[in-house]
């Protein structure tokens, strides 16, 4: 990652979006402090959660805490019945 063109932290400035960020403090891969958090402070609307004892490819959401604080940040930014949502098609 850190060999990578990719500007991460300049896209993440102009995301315009709640973001979710998730990172564990034993990822050997891309350390904390090199990844979400530093990312937390440079992204507008931001909710960052840590997990302990997951490596970078590990699955966060098999953590019971981590998919709980992943469930409740998509029911927030997408409720399951939008306001003036009447029961018809959602989606076109």
Do not use: C, K
């Not at 940040?73 to 098609?89: A, H, I, N, S, Y």
């Amino acid at each position: 990652l850190l060999r990578s063109p990719f500007d991460t932290y300049g896209r993440a400035t102009a995301l315009g979006v709640p973001v979710l960020v998730m990172h564990s403090r034993d990822d050997r891969t891309i350390p904390p402090e090199l990844g979400g958090r530093t990312l937390r402070h440079v992204i507008a609307e931001v909710q960052y959660e840590e997990a302990t004892g997951l490596d970078h490819n590990d699955w966060l959401l098999n953590d019971p805490r981590m998919r709980a604080t992943y469930l409740d940040f998509l029911e927030r930014q997408v409720p399951r019945d939008p306001p003036g949502w009447t029961g018809g098609p959602r989606f076109r």
